[in-house]
């Protein structure tokens, strides 16, 4: 099974083209989805995270309150950097579960959407590393629009992430969300030719 790991910094549009191959049919594993998932209480995932941060990262009905989450990490990097060792471990162990099942199903492709793909070491799972970038003014709007934050809090989360010489460096493909919808679904349909997932 031809495994293709998309990543790219917040706001770069990563959603959409995931979309994208899924419309392709591929298999697409969102790295977010199964990290709210494994958040739902009762969670072991969400008990390390308490330890580590305290009750002020919860809402009281016990469900992780992510906005206060995000104001401590975005603005220490050490916090941050315990976030994803919390974090990385058990999302990393479902997403290895799902390719499994996906093998057993002789899938051919399957994509893992996932923002941290490198930090959580699912590089090393992946055949093939597609990389969506944008510009950054175009990531703030994004960012402040999709997460209903400032200026200065969507530069923080920018700012916490790897670089885009980093992913440019790192990867087999780069998609440039731009919003040139156009532009997307063929440098997604090229990709799958490339890789030998479509036939011409």
């Known amino acids: 099974m031809l495994v293709i790991g998309l990543t790219g910094p917040t706001g770069s549009g990563k959603g959409t083209v995931a979309r994208l191959f899924a419309d392709f049919g591929l298999s697409v594993i969102d790295a977010d989805e199964v990290y709210h998932n494994l958040l739902l209480p009762p969670s072991p995932c969400l008990d390390e995270l308490t330890e580590r ?9 016990g469900t992780l309150n992510r906005r206060a989450l995000g104001a401590i990490v975005f603005s220490d990097a050490q916090a941050l950097a315990d976030l994803n060792h919390i974090t990385h471990r058990f999302v990393m162990e479902r997403i290895r579960l799902e390719l499994d099942r996906l093998r057993a199903l002789n899938t051919p492709a399957t994509v893992i959407d996932a923002p941290q793909l490198f930090e959580a070491g699912a590089d090393r799972d992946c055949n093939v590393i597609v990389s969506v970038l944008a510009d950054t003014a175009l990531r703030m709007e994004r960012i402040m629009r999709r997460d209903g934050i ?13 670089s885009d010489a980093f992913f440019r460096s790192h990867s087999d493909y780069i998609i440039e969300n731009n919003e040139n919808l156009n532009l997307l679904l063929p440098a997604v349909e090229r990709i799958l030719l490339e890789t030998g997932v479509r036939a011409e």
């Open 53 to 61: 941060f305290g009750t002020d990262v919860l809402h009281p009905d």
């Open 150 to 162: 400032d200026s200065e809090a969507a530069k923080r989360r920018i700012e916490a992430q790897k």
